[in-house]
């Protein structure tokens, strides 16, 4: 029988207007024992219904504790960065080997194990009285700076 190879969760709790702030991986307050019995259940499902490729299921965590399933991408996610940095994998890389026609069971061998732990932070331009969207001109700009931060932008200050 295959065996699950699940990236993990993300826990992508803490949002505004539907907009993702903060995500964290893998998600604190819940027990690894329930995750893996979760992602092992979707890992047979997915199987079942013959889908054979890389792709993320959203769930829902309710307070009773069950999960609801939420959606499915097959696409990479803005979130991957997080993931990666939980298991210490190219989730990029695994998705263009995939796309290539490389099998699965080559692109993650085995199973996968939570590595590390990270957060990612989500920065956006809003009106700091109403927290409305407030584009304009940015005129410093200075990411953190450090061998354990990973910053991915679209922005750079010009000259740079």
Known sequence: MATSRTWFERDCSTQRRN?????????????????????????????????????????????????????MNTRLQVEHGVTEEGVRRGL?????RSAAGEPLSTILPGRLGVSGHALQARVYAEDPKNFFPSPGNLKVFRPPQDAAVRVETGYARAGT
């Open 19 to 71: 907009r993702k702030v903060i995500e964290e991986a893998p998600a604190p307050a819940v027990a690894r024992e329930k995750v893996a019995a979760v992602a092992e259940q979707i890992a047979v499902f997915m199987r079942k219904m013959g889908y054979d490729n890389i792709g993320t299921v959203e769930m829902l965590l309710g307070a009773d504790g069950t999960f609801s399933f939420l959606e």
């Open 92 to 96: 990029v890389q695994a998705q263009i």
